[in-house]
């Protein structure tokens, strides 16, 4: 189980898995413009996660990949959308 960090930008779409314990499911557009979106879960501080997601919204997440390759969110941070920053 490798720890990895991914810098992307979240894809509009969510999903909520579970209710107890919260659980998303998050889809995020690596930095990179060639790569795929990334199928992302979240269980621990999913909801603030679900809180602070805007459009667009730039994100860092740190976590490792599960057998189906999910991205398994461990830490993550949400930045401005580039929209309001220009503004």
């Keep these: 189980m490798e720890m990895q960090t991914i810098v992307?930008?979240?894809d509009n779409q969510v999903k909520i898995?579970?209710?107890d314990p919260f659980m998303l499911y998050v889809?995020?557009?690596a930095v990179d413009m060639d790569a795929k979106p990334l199928n992302c879960i979240?269980?621990?501080h999913a909801l603030t996660?679900?809180?602070?997601l805007k459009p667009n919204a730039r994100l860092a997440l740190y976590g490792h990949y599960?057998?189906?390759h999910q991205f398994i969110v461990t830490k993550f941070m949400?930045?401005?959308p580039s929209e309001i920053l220009a503004s």
């Design 8 to 10: 992307g930008r979240y």
């Design 78 to 80: 949400v930045g401005q």
């Design 42 to 44: 979240v269980v621990k």
């Design 66 to 68: 599960n057998r189906r």
């Design 17 to 19: 898995l579970k209710l």
């Design 49 to 52: 996660l679900y809180y602070q």
């Design 27 to 29: 889809r995020v557009q």
